[in-house]
């Protein structure tokens, strides 16, 4: 009888040993849940501003040419952090300003600068960064007035030097090549380029600009070939409607 209620006692201190144990888990159990559910909830939160991008930044202005005094609106997409930093560079690669904007839960972004006066004509690039990538365009300002040689006026093309930088960065993807064809479309509209000869446009291709157009512009940026090798490049985009004028 009595190594019976021995026995018995046995059992209960085992059951109470592991009833206790139990009840540590679950108060752990019961601690760690709201836990959990709040980083859920600020994981959520916060998602729209850890996404990748669906694209690769880009940025544009909202016209190709500017005078003083104007609103030039910028706007971009693609971007992956939340600040963005807008630098303005003159036509000879100083900087003029930098802006800093913020993008939306999409990855846009967009921002206003008023054009100062007294500032140099020509065509200047805007490079928008993010933490990680950067995008850049172009837009002229003022229109420029190019005197060509008279001996060469018939012959020869009158190509303004600050153009081989966008050229060099059209061939190294700075630039896209809508940007850089609508660029040189304004610029020979409004004769800052002259190019004697431009033929008709005798088809239109969907195809876009061949490598070996883009090739050439970097090319020629670098002075290894001639104004004139250049040129047959964009004669041909006329020729193909890719520029038009």
Do not use: C
């Amino acid at each position: 009888m009595i190594r019976t209620v021995n026995q018995a006692r046995i059992y209960l201190k085992v059951i109470d040993h592991n009833f206790m144990g139990f009840r540590k888990y679950y108060f752990l159990i019961f601690l760690l849940v709201p836990i959990l559910v709040s980083v859920s909830l600020v994981d959520e939160a916060f998602a729209p501003y850890h996404k990748q991008p669906q694209q690769p930044m880009s940025v544009s202005t909202d016209k190709l040419s500017y005078n003083f005094g104007d609103f030039l609106t910028i706007n971009g997409k693609g971007a992956e952090s939340y600040s963005i930093s807008i630098i303005i560079l003159s036509p000879s690669g100083e900087e003029i300003t930098e802006i800093s904007t913020f993008k939306t839960s999409a990855g846009e972004f967009s921002t206003i600068w008023i054009i100062p006066s007294g500032i140099e004509k020509g065509m200047y690039t805007i490079k928008a960064k993010d933490s990680t990538q950067t995008a850049q365009t172009t837009f002229s300002l003022g229109k420029l007035e190019v005197k060509p040689q008279p001996e060469q006026s018939e012959s020869k093309a009158t190509i303004p030097d600050w153009i081989r930088n966008n050229a060099k960065w059209w061939s190294e993807g700075q630039i896209g090549d809508s940007d850089f064809t609508s660029g040189i479309q304004f610029m020979i509209k409004e004769n800052i380029m002259v190019i004697p000869g431009l033929p008709e446009q005798t088809s239109e291709t969907t195809q876009g600009v061949p490598d070996w157009v883009r090739n050439n512009a970097g090319w020629w940026a670098d002075g290894m070939i001639s104004d004139d090798d250049f040129v047959s490049g964009i004669k041909y985009l006329v020729e193909q409607g890719i520029i038009k004028i």
